[in-house]
């Protein structure tokens, strides 16, 4: 914590100045992204291997999928109801120029460079986190298969390999106040003058907006799981991977702080082992939060009709597919993950 306030302080009131400790950050996110691709890996192997079952693991991923759409509904609502109270281009003008037609590559084309590569050697960068993921299940599957002397060498193999590179992970989190400090003072080095520009209304709904909605619908979410010691459970451990978001704008960086958060939560190992990885390519509320108030402020930019129910259902699946499907396309762009 006083990493960050000295961060973004130092950003605050040395402005460029402050960007020579960009490096600093760096170095503390290539670190934490060496350490992602075989944490996933082991992680994800172990934890189906353990699974033991295909019955099993089909209940986890459909429970797991069923999860993942309905708060992503919820989020989309949410968000929803705050564009329609607080229109984001509400006083906003901008002169938009003339653009070359580009053209997009086919969605199915997108989809299989996603879930697949073409050499194994692809599958050690994090830009292919979910054909690393898919690897890693069929890995998992292929453990449980074979004859049980075979499975219970291999199962421990990829069980060490995992507890091995969350202590890496520890380690690297010794190194987290210099790294929270360059990067909170570069953050607002960077987005402060733009931020009072004429995007300040478009930022704060969805700051404040995301803000809201993590503290209210993760605290029910919290209550459901399990009751008053859940939300305690939740709110005891969750800093770490909210302060790692922030600080890195990067879902896949925060793997390795949502996975030993939800150990720390008490969830079963089967159960984060497989969700975290997954979740953080194709669950995005933040994105889901950022597409619907993206959607709202082109139609008021443009001054289109936004209250008719199909429009309003169509931003709504919109916003759900940004978070999901296309929230595992690389876009360049970066996300605030709550």
């Known amino acids: 914590m006083i990493a960050i ?3 973004g302080a130092t950003g605050y009131s040395f402005g460029d100045r402050a960007l020579c400790l960009k490096p600093f950050g760096t170095i503390f996110l290539n670190l934490i992204f ?3 691709v075989p944490l996933i890996f082991f992680s994800v192997s172990s934890a189906i ?11 986890i991923f459909s429970s797991m999928a069923a999860v993942f759409i309905s708060t992503g509904f919820i989020a989309a609502s949410f968000t929803l109801l705050i564009v329609k109270r607080f229109p984001p281009a509400e006083g906003v003008s901008i002169q938009l120029p003339l653009s070359e037609q580009t ?3 086919h969605f199915l084309d997108q989809l299989s460079g996603i879930v697949t590569v073409s050499d194994f050697s692809n599958l050690f960068s994090h830009q292919h986190m979910l054909a690393l993921i898919v690897f890693s299940i069929l890995v998992g599957l292929a453990t449980t298969a074979v004859n049980p002397s075979q499975k219970t060498i291999f199962t421990e193999f990829l069980q060490a390999g ?9 380690l690297i989190m010794l190194y987290a106040p210099i790294g929270f400090f360059a990067y909170f003072a570069v953050l607002v080095a960077e987005l402060g003058p733009k931020l009072i520009e004429s995007y300040v209304r478009v930022t704060i709904i969805y700051y404040v907006g995301g803000i809201l909605y993590f503290i209210i619908a993760y605290t029910g979410y919290a209550y459901l799981a399990s009751n008053q010691y859940g939300i305690r459970l939740f709110w005891r451990n969750v800093f ?3 302060v790692t978001s922030l600080a890195t704008c990067s879902s896949a960086a925060c793997i390795p702080a949502n996975l030993a958060a ?5 969830v079963p190992p089967e ?26 402020f082109l139609f008021g930019m443009f001054h289109l009709d936004f209250s008719s129910a199909s429009v309003l259902l169509t931003a709504v699946g919109v916003s759900i597919l940004v978070g999901t499907v296309m929230g595992a396309i690389p876009s360049g762009e970066c996300w605030v993950n709550y």
């Open 5 to 7: 306030i000295l961060g």
């Open 34 to 36: 060496t350490s992602i």
């Open 49 to 59: 291997a353990r699974v033991g079952t295909k019955r099993k693991l089909g209940k």
């Open 103 to 105: 053209t997009s590559p």
């Open 162 to 170: 995992e507890a091995i590179f969350m202590r890496v992970f520890s």
């Open 240 to 242: 770490l991977p909210v």
């Open 262 to 266: 939800t150990k720390a939560m008490r």
């Open 271 to 296: 159960i984060y082992e497989t969700a975290i990885p997954l979740g953080t390519i194709l669950h995005k509320e933040g994105s889901i939060m950022g597409g619907m108030i993206k959607i709202a």
